[in-house]
């Protein structure tokens, strides 16, 4: 590969990270050919880009983000690695990797880390904690939902006893004439 080709791998793949919420690092390093397309086609089913590259390209790519991902140097950039992007949810990759993992076997593939909204995940054992991640979408959608609760109580306490209280005052002008 080209010094040209790297450069625009690089660039592509900055851009893709820049553009992304969410993405995930595997290690599909003992998955056959079969089984990486079978991967790759549930990817694509449910609607995520699965790509294979090198660990520096991926880490120039992160530089030109402005986000510090240091931190996957030591773990994360060892091995082969498979980036899952993710432009919607960020817990639905972490759900694919455990339904291959059921598929394929536990260790045909490994879960290396994941940025989420620019928190990192390291290490296997962070899956199942992604699997529980909430979009911002549905954080807003939980305190949107909070905030209007107390309100809605109230007015529907204002609305059935303003009935009782007209009919209250009905009956008291009713006796007085």
Do not use: H, W
């Amino acid at each position: 590969m080209t010094k040209e080709e790297k450069g625009i791998i690089i660039q592509e793949l900055g851009e893709k990270f820049a553009a992304t919420p969410y993405f995930y690092i595997t290690d599909t390093g003992g998955l056959t050919v079969a089984e990486v397309n079978a991967f790759r086609r549930m990817c694509f089913q449910r609607g995520f880009e699965y790509r294979v590259v090198k660990n520096t390209l991926i880490a120039k790519a992160l530089e030109t983000t402005g986000v510090d991902y240091t931190s996957f140097n030591d773990t994360v950039f060892k091995g082969l690695s498979g980036i899952i992007f993710s432009p919607e949810n960020p817990k639905t990759p972490a759900k694919l990797i455990k339904d291959f993992k059921k598929e394929a076997g536990k260790d045909k593939i490994k879960f290396k880390g994941a940025s989420i909204e620019g928190g990192l995940y390291i290490g296997e054992d962070q899956l199942a904690a992604l699997e529980n991640v909430k979009s911002k979408q549905e954080m807003i959608g939980e305190i949107v939902g909070l905030l209007q609760s107390p309100a809605k109580n109230v007015v529907s306490a204002l609305q059935s006893s303003g009935g009782k209280l007209a009919g209250i005052i009905k009956t008291l002008s009713e006796r007085e004439g």
